[in-house]
């Protein structure tokens, strides 16, 4: 009975998922969801991704969170205009649902944005089975975190586009495997693209920032 | 009605995890269970407890994962008995629930322990809202998710007795200030107890292993 429910509420899920991807498509918007354990340095990256990107394009931001509004006032400060989904509003959520998504929607004029970025609550496993009506989602792994995740939650990795290893600045001070890593990415999801980066330093920006780019010049110019 | 369906499974998980602190006091075993973002350490932190612990008690471990047994394969090296539960033959759920730890005990002589370890699946939030019959809980949050967990996933910390500070061999390469962790912990529990560890170093592993110590033989002496 309870797997039953579940696909109630996956299935409900689903279709405001469609309104909210019909939304994302009418008014042009590049919407990323961006998701990760707690602490991979999202925010961080979301930061730097904003002040480079912002010359070129214009950005919005919703940031959800079981509690809080300290990223949504981290993210503030690049001028973006921010959304806080706090979801212990939706019984604790440990993950953004498609509807809190577009209850954060309402309260933007989505005309003003070129790319919208959804930043999810920190969970490698149950963001993975809610579908938000995003154009791409994205994983964010920290280093510090391992080699192994993409086998371990590998929905997680199969559901999304493109993974960022983020702190590689602190690589030489862990036993990390990069080449393990990697083959564990492809392991549950061959050929996905990696972009090797640190939030902090800023290396290995540009391959994303260009992964960006290109992918919202597609959907701005339709 | 989610919300209804929600409250229908925790009333039942609860009725099982009574069922397993019951089994926990007959056969005098102090099971704890360690709960943690993924990466933050705990398989390290397992390893060399298991290690340390080894000629004063006699431990079994149950290592939840959503996939894989790789987390298994490095605990069993420490020779203690180890049963591994991948969530994903049970719907890919996102935390241990009491029945699933109930199955896992089965496979067990509780007699041959005064130890029992349940490593949960890495996850800050669903896992703090399933009771599973442990005597104590433990949340473990690594140096390099940052300071402001504690008040973003309040609920874990909340419901845990005691929490680990990991991975401070890496805190002369981070930007992290240790007062506003102990704060933010302090926060949303007062007095909790702290104890800050490096897994790898073992700087700081007295105080968790008296703590273990001090809470096994208060159960296995009744």
């Given at each position: 009975?309870?797997?039953?429910?579940?696909?109630?509420?996956?299935?409900?899920?689903?279709?405001?998922?469609?309104?909210?991807?019909?939304?994302?498509?009418?008014?042009?918007?590049?919407?990323?969801?961006?998701?990760?354990?707690?602490?991979?340095?999202?925010?961080?990256?979301?930061?730097k991704t904003l002040a480079r990107l912002a010359p070129e394009f214009r950005a919005g931001v919703i940031v959800g969170d079981v509690s809080t509004t300290h990223d949504a006032e981290r993210l503030a400060r690049s001028g973006?205009?921010?959304?806080?989904?706090?979801?212990?509003?939706?019984?604790?959520?440990?993950?953004?649902?498609?509807?809190?998504?577009?209850?954060?929607?309402?309260?933007?004029?989505?005309?003003?944005?070129?790319?919208?970025?959804?930043?999810?609550?920190?969970?490698?496993?149950?963001?993975?089975?809610?579908?938000?009506?995003?154009?791409?989602?994205?994983?964010?792994?920290?280093?510090?975190?391992?080699?192994?995740?993409?086998?371990?939650?590998?929905?997680?990795?199969?559901?999304?586009?493109?993974?960022?290893?983020s702190k590689i600045d602190l690589l030489p001070y862990l036993d990390y495997n990069r080449n393990a890593a990697i083959a564990y990415i492809h392991q549950v999801h061959g050929g996905m693209p990696i972009f090797e980066i640190?939030?902090?330093?800023?290396?290995?920006?540009?391959?994303?920032?260009?992964?960006?780019?290109?992918?919202?010049?597609?959907?701005?110019?339709?």
């Amino acid at each position: 009975m309870e797997i039953q429910v579940v696909k109630k509420v996956l299935d409900a899920n689903l279709t405001v998922a469609k309104q909210n991807r019909d939304r994302f498509s009418r008014h042009r918007v590049f919407a990323i969801n961006v998701m990760s354990s707690p602490g991979s340095g999202k925010t961080t990256l979301l930061e730097k991704t904003l002040a480079r990107l912002a010359p070129e394009f214009r950005a919005g931001v919703i940031v959800g969170d079981v509690s809080t509004t300290h990223d949504a006032e981290r993210l503030a400060r690049s001028g973006a205009p921010i959304v806080q989904v706090n979801t212990d509003e939706f019984g604790g959520d440990c993950h953004l649902a498609a509807h809190v998504v577009a209850s954060a929607l309402d309260r933007f004029d989505l005309d003003q944005f070129d790319l919208l970025i959804i930043e999810n609550v920190g969970n490698l496993v149950c963001p993975a089975e809610f579908d938000i009506g995003e154009d791409a989602k994205v994983v964010v792994l920290s280093v510090t975190e391992g080699e192994d995740k993409p086998v371990k939650y590998p929905l997680m990795f199969r559901v999304c586009d493109v993974a960022v290893l983020s702190k590689i600045d602190l690589l030489p001070y862990l036993d990390y495997n990069r080449n393990a890593a990697i083959a564990y990415i492809h392991q549950v999801h061959g050929g996905m693209p990696i972009f090797e980066i640190s939030a902090k330093t800023e290396a290995g920006f540009d391959g994303w920032l260009d992964w960006l780019r290109k992918s919202i010049r597609r959907k701005i110019e339709g």
